[in-house]
């Protein structure tokens, strides 16, 4: 197949702006929200601690997640943005559509809540290991119960902000998930005070659970009804309406399923990574060893989405909207176009945090999770820096599945789903063979194999239904990305060996952290400049702009 060249066009330099500043708003939301973020995983180590509860919370707060993403998430994320780009071209201008796609799915949702809110005990048990003890059990499922409800409010908020993001209002979206992080906080800060801490499985009380679990449902609540205000001061109205026929929800139709069949593979893909990561932190515990399992590989997790959310799903967010708009239009130019932008942009942030994770990883931990055991923290180091080297194949793999979506083609990332699943669940259960404080880290490999895989496939799958893309300017750019990173984690490298000779204790890692990343930032910039990155400009010149709006006398 020919190598499709898309040549740079004033229209594309203006879209390439608008994008980039876009991405730079939604950023900030990400920013705030992230910080948050690690904050309150911190406040939750520190209340539940790496072991025993720690599991038991992670796997009743990962299960509203789960069953959202399996039976609603990624449907509304499919089929959404696509179809009221398409209902734009209706006589009422989309409304009629869009108020019974609304209806449907949030009946759906509440009706899926309840259903699992009562089921909660038997998912559990599925997430859980058979080492588990009946009183480890029992607090998990006294979590998942309180925490259930938090499918509907995921739903909600996934909604309304897929409707503020047809309507190219990005920015609510995104710092939306700021307010969520920070009524979960207030609810640690309460349990801190109040409470005894990591405590053992047989000590927590009704109160207890009570405060934990519901300060997180309460926050994921928060975060869909703030979307409300900016739903409305952008003129959207919505009024129920029943019934799915005279309105082309067919396509919506197929969509959903194949989407739901891509949902299903992953769950069942997880099920056993969470029985892999639970087996081992409790076998670790019979062995008198403490090892990493479900919660640190969450909280690796975590430091792992921090450059992917902060520009890759910013990014991907803008485009999405504009590729729909595209592949309604059969212009297959834009869409390539656009798929270059979104791989040469996100680089700019995932090629450089995988390096600069390798070298800063576990003075990165250490600081966000001050409260963890120096054993604790280099194990969630080491599940975060193996994870790492799948973050721009995630990246790109993200953007390939928009891709298709755009063009109203779940079947396509239907077959990706399934080799990224089938790769990583070979791998967790080769992990099994590890000894018990490294099975973990093969998890956290194994999901980085997969996502490379699953990156191989969708670049050809995306490249024959586009009819070519421009690889060839993506990897030299990707190449001087790269080259930049390697000198800016040497620099780094070298920082840390001269302040080991002069701090030691608690105070090195933040100061190691703080210092090193403005070294690996600063030359990271400057090589790449030097390279004639130009999405390193493309990129920050918004964020600068923005600076300088806010900066007195400017």
């Known amino acids: 197949m020919s190598e499709s060249v898309d040549q740079p066009t004033n229209q594309g330099k203006a879209h390439g702006d608008s994008l980039a500043r876009s991405t730079a708003g939604m950023a900030s939301g990400v920013i705030a929200s992230r910080i948050l973020g690690v904050?309150?995983?911190?406040?939750?180590?520190?209340?539940?601690?790496?072991?025993?509860?720690?599991?038991?919370?992670?796997v009743a707060n990962t299960l509203p997640n789960i069953v959202y993403l399996l039976l609603a998430g990624g449907v509304i994320n499919a089929v959404l943005v696509p179809q009221i780009t398409r209902a734009a071209s209706h006589a009422d201008g989309g409304r009629e559509y869009v108020d019974r796609l609304l209806t449907i799915a949030i009946t759906g949702m509440a009706v899926v809540a309840v259903v699992f809110t009562v089921g909660a005990g038997l998912l559990v048990r599925l997430y859980s290991a058979p080492n588990w003890t009946p009183d480890l059990r029992s607090l998990s499922t006294a979590f998942a119960l309180i925490c259930m409800p938090q499918i509907f409010?995921?739903?909600?908020?996934?909604?309304?902000?897929?409707?503020?993001?047809?309507?190219?209002?990005?920015?609510?979206?995104?710092?939306a998930p700021a307010v969520a992080n920070l009524v979960a906080i207030i609810g640690m800060a309460y349990f801190l005070v109040s409470y005894p801490h990591q405590a053992g499985v047989g000590s927590w009380t009704p109160s207890m659970v009570?405060?934990?679990?519901?300060?997180?449902?309460?926050g994921v609540a928060a975060q869909a009804l703030v979307l409300i205000v900016p739903l409305w001061r952008s003129g959207f109205r919505f009024t129920p309406r029943w019934g799915i026929r005279g309105v082309g929800l067919r396509t919506a139709s197929r969509v959903t399923l194949w989407t739901f069949a891509a949902l299903a593979v992953s769950t069942a893909g997880f099920i056993i990574t969470s029985q892999v990561l639970t087996y081992a932190s409790q076998a670790g515990k019979s062995a008198g060893l403490q090892v990493s399992g479900k919660i640190a590989?969450?909280?690796?997790?975590l430091i792992f989405m921090l450059p992917h959310s902060l520009v890759t799903v910013s990014l991907v967010t803008a485009l999405f909207t504009r590729m729909s708009m595209a592949a309604?239009?059969?212009?297959?130019?834009e869409v390539r176009a656009d798929v270059s932008r979104g791989l040469r942009l996100s680089a700019v942030a995932t090629i450089p945090a995988t390096l600069g994770a390798l070298v800063l990883g576990f003075a990165a931990t250490a600081t966000l999770y001050p409260a963890n055991?120096?054993?604790g923290t280099r194990g969630i180091a080491l599940v975060m820096m193996a994870m790492m080297f799948g973050l721009v194949p995630f990246g790109v793999l993200y953007l390939l599945q928009r891709v298709f979506y755009a063009f109203e083609d779940a079947k396509t990332p239907f077959k990706m789903q399934i080799v990224v699943t089938v790769v990583a669940t070979i791998a967790n259960l080769v992990s099994l063979l590890l000894p018990?404080?490294?099975?973990?880290?093969?998890?956290?490999?194994?999901?980085?194999?997969?996502?490379?895989?699953?990156?191989?496939?969708?670049?050809?799958?995306?490249?024959?239904?586009?009819?070519?893309?421009?690889?060839?300017?993506?990897?030299?750019?990707?190449v001087r990305m790269g080259i930049a990173s390697v000198l800016a984690a040497a620099a780094a490298y070298l920082v840390l060996l001269v302040l080991g000779q002069v701090l030691h204790g608690k105070l090195f890692n933040p100061v190691a952290l703080v210092i090193g990343a403005l070294a690996f930032g600063?030359?990271?910039?400057?090589?790449?400049?030097?390279?004639?990155v130009r999405e390193i400009d493309d990129l920050i010149s918004p964020v600068l702009e923005r600076v300088r709006r806010v900066l007195p006398g400017r």
């Open 39 to 58: 904050v309150r995983a911190s406040m939750v180590l520190a209340v539940v601690g790496a072991l025993g509860a720690g599991d038991a919370w992670d």
């Open 153 to 175: 409010f995921y739903g909600l908020y996934t909604l309304l902000g897929q409707v503020l993001n047809a309507r190219s209002h990005f920015a609510a979206y995104m710092w």
């Open 210 to 218: 009570w405060v934990l679990a519901g300060s997180a449902t309460a």
């Open 297 to 301: 590989y969450s909280n690796a997790f």
């Open 328 to 333: 309604h239009a059969g212009d297959l130019g």
């Open 373 to 375: 055991s120096e054993a």
């Open 436 to 478: 018990l404080r490294w099975i973990a880290v093969g998890v956290g490999a194994g999901q980085a194999l997969s996502n490379l895989a699953g990156m191989a496939v969708g670049l050809v799958l995306a490249r024959r239904r586009l009819e070519g893309l421009p690889l060839r300017g993506v990897t030299r750019t990707y």
């Open 522 to 532: 600063a030359i990271y910039v400057v090589a790449a400049r030097r390279l004639r």
